[in-house]
DNA sequence: CAATCGTATACCCATATTGATATGTAAAGA
DNA sequence: TCTTTACATATCAATATGGGTATACGATTG
């Protein structure tokens, strides 16, 4: 079996960082497929693909305008991951690491003796 | 070219569901290898290898203890994910929402004339 | 020292990937 | 209608993957 697609979820999409440079650009609003090319220096036919992935997953939608097709960002698709990751969020608050370091030295001190 | 490495960075190690199986694990406390095999219903092997790409990316760390291995997490290294996504957590928002729909109406206003 | 336990690593396989390039297609313009 | 524009898709190459299984290795135990 080989790597999980990078259309099963949006932690996969997400795992390219051209993917995320692209989210990155829609952030700031609609754009279209040759501006995307433009803004990041890839060939058409990567960003392309790269908007396909993001469209697989949820994370862009597109609209046609003539010849043109107009991506736009759903950040909802990425709703999971921040919500995954936010559970550590409080770890590795400074507070923790000083109660961390306390844990540490106290296992430091049993480990001496 | 391939894909990049899941020993590239955080979000690529993350991006496989069993090793942010692992990691979920490991926010309740240390575990040895063992323990996680049981848990996770993982064979050993694969256990290993998903915990050294973790170390790799510096998300847990391995503490020796006889003949046992004790792994712990390490969540600093999830920081630049959180980082991202977090950018993205306002624009989800409900009332960002209401406001996209408002927009979105204006829109079609716009294309119907 | 031999046997066993707990892990890590090596190997094979099938697969999905990214980059590059070429080609297909629909819309707009001459 | 022919050409150009704007994208999307197909193909090829190189590679890293995760699962399965076998094996190697260090520490502990007898």
Not at 29 to 43: K, S
Not at 54 to 62: K, N, P, Q, Y
């Amino acid at each position: 079996m080989a790597r999980a697609a990078t259309t099963a979820d949006a932690f996969n999409a997400v795992a390219e960082p051209r993917r995320r440079e692209i989210l990155d650009v829609l952030a700031g609003g609609e754009r279209t497929v040759n501006e995307l090319v433009q803004l990041l220096e890839l060939a058409q036919p990567h960003v392309s693909r790269h908007l396909r992935v993001l469209r697989e997953v949820g994370a862009v939608e597109v609209r046609d305008a003539g010849r043109q097709r107009v991506y736009r960002l759903q950040p909802r698709a990425l709703k999971p991951i921040h919500d995954w990751v936010s559970g550590y969020a409080d770890l590795w608050a400074e507070r923790f690491d000083l109660l961390e370091g306390v844990l540490d030295d106290l296992r430091n001190q049993d480990d001496g003796h």
